[in-house]
């Protein structure tokens, strides 16, 4: 694609950016854990009348009929705006006490970085049906690269062993220390982003309509953004309204109908497996 002028790269979330299983399996089940003692201690308190309002009437009639709903919500993944808002209100306890961290694909952060220090500085955005705050929570906190974590504190670790006659056992222990302390840390993407969309802004993610809303919003023609999705109707609602737009494909995805796959490749657009192989 090197030469067609794209200005913003704008990504998908689940399945694009981190496993389909770590919002099914961490971050949903996570907001279900937290709701009980969230419903008892604020259910009337300011902060969470927002979140508790935008839910239907009859789902409001106590805390009891509001968690039933939250949990047959969740259990059919409707990816609805209140159920959404909601959700990134929970994860904010989560994220912050380290419970919850962002296990991105690892070509995540290094692609997007290539991509702002592109001479042309590309943009790159979100458009996700997560609410934009639970997007900025995932992208505050990714986990860091603990495999190359380790690989850089072995090296670095060696290094200044066969710089140091004799290695004390207190230097050992902070080595130490620091390699745990590693593991648990994490790393603030947002700097990278400039711009997040979710249904309340945007629209539905299978809406043509909604990609020319962003590319209104963002002052660019739709030619000039790449969108990148595992979802095939999203990437055909993108192509849809002008942008151009490819199917990610991640481990753990589901398998592409044969005619997922047709539509997918229209144009002569590609497959992409890592955002390490799309060429902006
Ligand atoms: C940003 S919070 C986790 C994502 C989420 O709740 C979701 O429904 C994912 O939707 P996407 O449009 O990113 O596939």
Redesign the pocket.
């Known amino acids: 694609m090197a030469g067609q002028k794209i200005k913003a790269v704008v990504l998908?979330?689940?399945?694009?950016v981190c496993p389909i299983s770590f919002?099914k399996d961490v971050?949903?089940p996570y907001s279900l854990h937290a709701l009980p003692s969230v419903l008892s201690t604020q259910w009337d308190s300011p902060s969470f009348a927002p979140f508790r309002d935008a839910f239907p009437a009859e789902a409001r009639t106590s805390p009891a009929a509001f968690e039933a709903h939250v949990h047959d919500l969740t259990a059919k993944?409707v990816?609805i705006a209140y159920l959404?808002g909601l959700?990134?209100y929970l994860?904010q306890h989560g994220y912050a006490t380290g419970a919850l961290k962002t296990p991105f694909f690892r070509d995540v952060a290094p692609s997007i970085k290539r991509w702002k220090e592109d001479s042309r500085g590309l943009m790159v955005g979100i458009?996700?049906?997560?609410?934009i705050s639970?997007?900025k929570?995932?992208f505050r906190y990714a986990a860091l690269d603990t495999a190359a974590s380790a690989t850089t504190n072995a090296a670095s670790s060696s290094a200044s062993k066969g710089a140091l006659t004799e290695s004390k056992g207190a230097e050992n222990e902070e080595e130490n220390e620091a390699e745990e302390k590693k593991g648990t840390e994490t790393e603030d993407l947002t700097p990278l982003l400039s711009a997040y969309y979710d249904t309340t802004t945007a629209g539905y993610?299978a809406e043509s309509s909604s990609y020319t809303y962003i590319s209104r919003d963002l002052d660019l023609a739709p030619e000039e953004i790449l969108f990148l999705?595992?979802?095939v109707k999203?990437v055909v609602a993108a192509r849809a309204a002008g942008l151009r737009a490819k199917v990610v494909v991640r481990e753990g995805n589901p398998v592409l109908s044969d005619e997922e796959m047709e539509q997918a490749v229209e144009n002569g657009e590609e497959i992409v497996t890592s955002l390490e192989d799309v060429d902006v």
Do not use: H, R
């Open positions: 998908d979330i689940e399945g694009t919002v971050l949903f993944d990816k959404k959700q990134g994860y458009y996700s049906s997560g609410s639970a997007q929570l995932l993610k999705s595992d979802s999203e």
